[in-house]
């Protein structure tokens, strides 16, 4: 499989205008901090873009660093942060995390997959995330739409995200991971959906192994 001609193909999907980034992953993008992709991200979990897009937007008007955040009242954060999914558990996570982090880690967001799955609530794909965008490190974030797409490929056949992940460190390059996820998060956004992908326009139906005529 010519993986480099699969994100060169998807590149050119986003550079000539044939697919668009959602606003959620152009806003991930630009964040370029580890604490700040950390929170936003335990905000998107099962809540879709254009809700925590908004949320989060308002989450940062209270705060940016651990040492604020730890500041902001439950009541106040859960009142920004609404109507994502499980919004006061997630207010509370987000504050417990920011008092750990002042208390345990000096207020730097560790840059190790492990280490940041110590967090409660914290997983693989978040984890992931944070290395990737907030510290421009390679790793490997799977989603819905990188495990679909992955194994639609042939690039991988596992039944998880969690088993995706491990199986893309072993068959992608290192070079690949950071741009896997956006790429293909987009990709999934706008033509290999969930059901009734449009393979007949998809850039990278050649390279596909469930690609039907």
């Known amino acids: ?3 480099d001609k699969i994100i060169l ?3 050119a999907d986003y550079a000539q205008g044939r697919v668009q980034h959602s606003e959620f992953v ?19 979990l099962r809540t879709n873009d254009k ?4 949320a989060a937007k308002r989450m940062l008007e ?10 902001v009242s439950q009541e106040k954060l859960e009142k920004a942060i609404y109507p994502v999914g ?12 920011s008092k750990e982090l002042v208390e345990k880690y000096n207020s730097i967001v560790p840059n190790d997959i492990d280490e940041l799955c110590k967090f409660k609530g914290v997983g693989r794909k978040t984890a992931n995330l944070v290395l990737a965008k907030g510290y421009n490190l390679s790793a490997i974030c799977v989603d819905v739409h990188v495990h679909r797409i992955s ?3 042939g690039l991988c056949k596992t039944k998880t995200p969690e088993e995706t992940e491990f199986a893309l460190r072993k068959n ?11 790429l293909l998060v987009t990709h999934g956004q706008n033509i290999c959906k969930p059901q009734k992908p449009n393979c007949q326009i998809c850039s990278i139906k050649e390279f596909c192994a469930s690609f039907i005529e």
């Open 1 to 3: 499989m010519n993986i």
């Open 9 to 11: 193909n998807l590149k």
């Open 26 to 44: 152009d806003f991930m993008e630009n964040l370029k901090n580890p604490y700040l992709v950390l929170i936003c991200c335990i905000l998107s």
């Open 51 to 54: 809700i925590t897009i908004g």
């Open 62 to 71: 209270l705060a940016k660093t651990p040492d604020e955040m730890m500041k």
């Open 86 to 97: 499980f919004y006061a558990n997630k207010a509370k996570q987000i504050i417990d995390l």
């Open 151 to 153: 194994n639609r490929l």
């Open 172 to 182: 992608l390059a290192k070079k690949y991971w950071i741009d896997f996820n956006t």
